[in-house]
């Protein structure tokens, strides 16, 4: 029975300092969470979400400030506290130890210069009374719990030698090291695929059952919300525009924005479709700013969920049969020394790819799918020799690639464009976005001046949601959505014949993910644009593929069009991935919430 909330927020407001005055991020918002509850934030990338968040615990950056407001934190030590008024000394006692938080940006969280086990460590070592070996031997178990490969092995290693979804699961074994009473956790399993998202989510909740841990769960992607928690809380624009259960929610949305959201996400019960709706076909604003809804004009079978027509007339699913294919792949392998003898000779491999072929048609989507850590990323940065393949081959419009001069693969690289994993990585933190768009147009003499670059960024930009006013702005500025959208941009500003899209759209909340997927489509048809898709979203890869390569292990283990692998699998590791997709039925949520229940009655 629910008696005193652990956490209690009222009338929380934040502001950012610009140079065109103060911008409010959150906008009055009051909400409570008990123990052993999980309330999970929603919302479209810049609605305040991660503010939310910080902001509660203090962590804005300089021209960041909390106006107002309360945020009431239920601790074991000090007993009832106003996080917002608490010295920094006890605040810092309360952080990392009874409030635990996973950060969205996983790669910006861990300190490049020591090693995983060794940051995990040092929270163990700051909050407990462990011994330095004891403390070692329950990182390591931690992250056999986060089902990391080798734990002993990625305890030794630092963040960049490992995979970003790998990244996200040292982050959320650092942040249940100490059995909080409050985890907050941003975009927890946005770097992970479906298989480690699905065991990440139970190890949330067995950590919410054994504890009574109260969880604060944000994101964008609904049909996680569905499975993890018990009350919704929608924002829009710095406010809560609507709330309720995962089930009141999902059956009976109230709001357009709330209609807009679920309606925009790929489904693997719908039949593919050219063109996703977006949160703009449900509401618009008026003179005032209320959110007024709007008639839908979509065609009612084109939303997801439901099923009409035959995938194989949907737009841009027929690719152009060339004579030859645009890019063939064969036997290329990439293995990484991990061992070596007295000597210096390498005496054991990691074999990231191993003897993968294929062949991709020009104006055709391949989607590749499959774990962390199973070669994806680095098949896609071998197929541009930023990784030399350790054998095989990678021919590329007629060319082997391994055989170009330095200049012959640069200039081949203005035809075969890459989209990367990590937005924040990706952009030089000195250039402006409008620069970081405009500088491939400028090193492939691409335009007479930069006044014509200049205006072809802009609308680059436009086309994947920045706005002209956002051109000056330094990357971390933007949210990470609006971070991976300039990186997209980027990519498309020499008319690439090729995009390697790597997670391109992970970071991304689902309305601007169906814009970027329904741009990716657009010019794919207009430009003949390859596309080789990389994603852990099988959902996605559904909706975007006209042809899906599984990997496992470095090896392709089965491939064929959509509706062979996702209604006939023939491999039980496919299999076992298509299970671990959050349906998003209302069937498959009652479920959940039934089993939610019964777990927290405990046994009979």
């Given at each position: 029975?629910?008696?005193?909330?652990?956490?209690?927020v009222?009338?929380?407001?934040?502001?950012?300092?610009?140079?065109?005055?103060?911008?409010?991020?959150?906008?009055?918002?009051?909400?409570?969470?008990?123990?052993g509850?999980?309330?999970?934030?929603?919302?479209?990338?810049?609605?305040?979400?991660?503010?939310?968040?910080?902001?509660?615990?203090?962590?804005?950056?300089?021209?960041?400030?909390?106006?107002?407001?309360?945020?009431?934190?239920?601790?074991?030590?000090?007993?009832?506290?106003?996080?917002?008024?608490?010295?920094?000394?006890?605040?810092?006692?309360?952080?990392?130890?009874?409030?635990?938080?996973?950060?969205?940006?996983?790669?910006?969280?861990?300190?490049?210069?020591?090693?995983?086990?060794?940051?995990?460590?040092?929270?163990?070592?700051?909050?407990?009374?462990?011994?330095?070996?004891?403390?070692?031997?329950?990182?390591?178990?931690?992250?056999?719990?986060?089902?990391?490969?080798?734990?002993?092995?990625?305890?030794?290693?630092?963040?960049?030698?490992i995979s970003?979804?790998?990244?996200?699961?040292?982050?959320?074994?650092?942040?249940?090291?100490?059995e909080?009473?409050?985890?907050?956790?941003?975009?927890?399993?946005t770097?992970l695929?479906?298989?480690?998202?699905?065991?990440?989510?139970?190890?949330?909740?067995?950590?919410?059952?054994?504890?009574?841990?109260?969880?604060?769960?944000?994101?964008?992607?609904?049909?996680?919300?569905?499975?993890?928690?018990?009350?919704?809380?929608?924002?829009?624009?710095?406010?809560?525009?609507?709330?309720?259960?995962?089930?009141?929610?999902?059956?009976?949305?109230?709001?357009?924005?709330?209609?807009?959201?679920?309606?925009?996400?790929?489904?693997?019960?719908?039949?593919?479709?050219?063109?996703?709706?977006?949160?703009?076909?449900?509401?618009?604003?008026d003179?005032?700013?209320?959110?007024?809804?709007?008639?839908?004009?979509?065609p009612?079978?084109?939303?997801?969920?439901?099923?009409?027509?035959?995938?194989?007339?949907v737009?841009?699913?027929?690719?152009?049969?060339?004579?030859?294919?645009?890019?063939?792949?064969?036997?290329?392998?990439?293995?990484?020394?991990?061992?070596?003898?007295?000597?210096?000779?390498?005496?054991?491999?990691?074999?990231?790819?191993?003897?993968?072929?294929?062949?991709?048609?020009?104006?055709?989507?391949?989607?590749?799918?499959?774990?962390?850590?199973?070669?994806?990323?680095?098949?896609?940065?071998?197929?541009?020799?930023?990784?030399?393949?350790?054998?095989?081959?990678?021919?590329?419009?007629?060319?082997?690639?391994?055989?170009?001069?330095?200049?012959?693969?640069?200039?081949?690289?203005?035809?075969?464009?890459?989209?990367?994993?990590?937005?924040?990585?990706?952009?030089?933190?000195?250039h402006?976005?409008?620069?970081?768009?405009?500088?491939?147009?400028?090193?492939?003499?691409?335009?007479a001046?930069?006044?014509?670059?200049?205006?072809?960024?802009?609308?680059?930009l436009?086309?994947?949601?920045?706005?002209?006013?956002?051109f000056?702005?330094?990357?971390?500025?933007?949210?990470?959505?609006?971070?991976?959208?300039?990186?997209?941009?980027?990519?498309?500003?020499?008319?690439?014949?090729?995009?390697?899209?790597?997670?391109?759209?992970?970071?991304?909340?689902?309305?601007?993910?169906?814009?970027?997927?329904?741009?990716?489509?657009q010019?794919?048809?207009?430009?003949?644009?390859?596309?080789?898709?990389?994603?852990?979203?099988?959902?996605?890869?559904?909706?975007?593929?006209?042809?899906?390569?599984?990997?496992?292990?470095?090896?392709?283990?089965?491939?064929?069009?959509p509706?062979?692998?996702?209604?006939?699998?023939?491999?039980?590791?496919?299999?076992?991935?298509?299970?671990?997709?959050?349906?998003?039925?209302?069937?498959?949520?009652?479920?959940?919430?039934?089993?939610?229940?019964?777990?927290?009655?405990?046994?009979?």
């Amino acid at each position: 029975m629910k008696t005193t909330p652990i956490l209690h927020v009222s009338d929380l407001r934040t502001a950012f300092s610009t140079d065109h005055g103060k911008i409010t991020a959150v906008d009055g918002i009051a909400f409570e969470i008990y123990p052993g509850e999980t309330v999970a934030i929603v919302g479209e990338s810049g609605s305040g979400k991660s503010v939310t968040a910080l902001s509660m615990l203090r962590l804005l950056e300089a021209a960041g400030s909390i106006t107002g407001g309360q945020v009431v934190f239920q601790s074991e030590e000090l007993g009832q506290v106003d996080l917002l008024q608490l010295p920094e000394k006890q605040l810092l006692q309360l952080r990392g130890n009874e409030i635990s938080m996973v950060f969205q940006e996983p790669m910006s969280s861990l300190n490049p210069v020591y090693t995983c086990g060794q940051q995990v460590t040092e929270v163990l070592l700051l909050h407990t009374s462990l011994s330095k070996k004891q403390a070692k031997e329950h990182t390591i178990a931690l992250f056999e719990q986060a089902k990391l490969p080798r734990p002993d092995k990625i305890y030794e290693a630092y963040p960049h030698e490992i995979s970003g979804g790998q990244v996200q699961r040292v982050m959320i074994a650092m942040a249940m090291a100490c059995e909080p009473s409050l985890l907050i956790a941003d975009e927890p399993t946005t770097a992970l695929d479906v298989t480690v998202q699905a065991r990440m989510l139970q190890l949330i909740d067995e950590l919410r059952v054994k504890d009574n841990t109260a969880v604060l769960f944000i994101t964008h992607d609904l049909g996680v919300v569905a499975e993890i928690a018990d009350r919704i809380l929608v924002m829009y624009k710095g406010k809560i525009v609507e709330q309720g259960s995962v089930l009141e929610v999902f059956s009976q949305p109230q709001h357009p924005y709330t209609k807009g959201l679920l309606a925009c996400r790929p489904t693997l019960s719908a039949t593919p479709q050219s063109v996703l709706p977006t949160v703009s076909d449900f509401m618009e604003e008026d003179a005032q700013g209320c959110v007024l809804e709007k008639p839908l004009t979509m065609p009612k079978d084109s939303l997801p969920g439901t099923v009409t027509g035959n995938s194989a007339t949907v737009a841009g699913k027929s690719p152009n049969k060339a004579d030859r294919p645009l890019l063939q792949v064969e036997d290329l392998k990439v293995y990484f020394p991990v061992k070596k003898s007295f000597f210096g000779r390498s005496t054991a491999y990691v074999k990231a790819v191993d003897g993968v072929s294929f062949s991709v048609w020009p104006g055709e989507t391949i989607g590749l799918v499959g774990e962390s850590g199973c070669g994806k990323t680095t098949l896609g940065r071998s197929l541009l020799h930023l990784i030399k393949p350790s054998a095989g081959k990678v021919i590329f419009g007629g060319n082997d690639v391994a055989l170009l001069s330095p200049a012959e693969l640069r200039q081949s690289r203005r035809n075969l464009q890459m989209i990367f994993q990590d937005p924040q990585a990706s952009l030089n933190p000195m250039h402006t976005v409008g620069e970081a768009v405009m500088e491939p147009m400028r090193v492939h003499k691409r335009y007479a001046s930069d006044k014509e670059r200049r205006v072809k960024a802009t609308e680059l930009l436009e086309k994947v949601g920045i706005t002209p006013g956002q051109f000056h702005c330094y990357p971390h500025v933007l949210s990470g959505g609006q971070q991976q959208r300039v990186c997209i941009a980027r990519a498309l500003a020499l008319q690439p014949k090729c995009l390697i899209c790597d997670e391109a759209v992970s970071a991304l909340d689902v309305s601007v993910q169906a814009q970027v997927l329904n741009l990716l489509n657009q010019l794919k048809q207009e430009f003949q644009i390859t596309c080789i898709f990389i994603t852990h979203d099988l959902s996605v890869a559904r909706h975007m593929s006209d042809r899906i390569l599984v990997m496992h292990q470095g090896r392709i283990v089965e491939q064929g069009t959509p509706e062979q692998l996702f209604f006939n699998p023939q491999q039980e590791y496919t299999r076992t991935l298509i299970n671990a997709i959050p349906k998003g039925e209302l069937e498959d949520i009652a479920a959940a919430q039934k089993k939610r229940e019964q777990m927290k009655a405990g046994p009979a």
